[in-house]
T-cell receptor
């Protein structure tokens, strides 16, 4: 079965370190997203991509970057990790075409702790 | 004020009860409404998808949209312990929109 996988699933890092969270999907979806989930805030969009070489900022993009060199992968980089970035991160993808509705498929999540 | 408001709970009910989960929103442009279910330490999964006002039923689940009141609901009939999860509402203004606006989720526990 096609799927979306994230790695690492759990990571502890120090303030100021650069961290990269990987996201890989085998559906060949053009549209990919990164969200963070925090108590009291729900899911908030960090970055999204419509296809190769395309990236866009979401509502909480400061301190994060993404790159899209192929269809399958959208890595999320924290340039200089801060304690405020301790969170659960979800990668997601959406099927192409106007008839797929607004269905978004989520990965299992990456738990990041910045100490 | 958040665009979408959802009571975080927690909500605890006995097995077999009817559960009502709700969200209110402020953006009158929202037309597409979704409910996601998220089990502990897992990613959200789409449960129900509706367009505009009205009801949609799928097994024990019914999604209801009242655009005039900017209010959406998810009803679970004959609730089961396996329904214990966090339920998130999400919405957007147009088909194929890349960005969904999520509620913060309601944590639900069904007690055997």
């Amino acid at each position: 079965d096609a799927e979306i996988t994230q790695s690492p699933r759990h990571k502890i890092t120090e303030t100021g370190r650069q961290v990269t969270l990987a996201c890989h999907q085998t559906w060949n979806h053009n549209n990919m997203f990164w969200y963070r989930q925090d108590l009291g805030h729900g899911l908030r969009l960090i970055h999204y991509s419509y296809g190769v070489q395309d990236t866009n900022k979401g509502e909480v993009s400061d301190g994060y970057s993404v790159s899209r060199s192929n269809t399958e992968d959208l890595p999320l980089t924290l340039e200089s990790a801060a304690s405020s970035q301790t969170s659960v991160y979800f990668c997601a993808s959406r099927p192409p075409g106007p008839y797929s509705g607004n269905t978004i498929y989520f990965g299992e999540g990456s738990w990041l702790t910045v100490v | 004020q958040k665009e979408v408001e959802q009571d975080p709970g927690p909500l605890s009910v006995p097995e077999g009860a009817i559960v009502s989960l709700n969200c209110t929103y402020s953006n009158s442009a929202f037309q597409y409404f979704m409910w996601y279910r998220q089990y502990s330490r897992k990613g959200p999964e789409l449960l129900m998808y509706t367009y505009s006002s009205g009801n949609k039923e799928d097994g024990r689940f019914t999604a209801q949209v009242d655009k005039s009141s900017k209010y959406i609901s998810l009803f679970i009939r004959d609730s089961q312990p396996s329904d214990s999860a966090t339920y998130l509402c999400a919405m957007t203004s147009r088909e194929g929109a890349q960005k969904l606006v999520f509620g913060q989720g309601t944590r639900l526990t069904i007690n055997p």
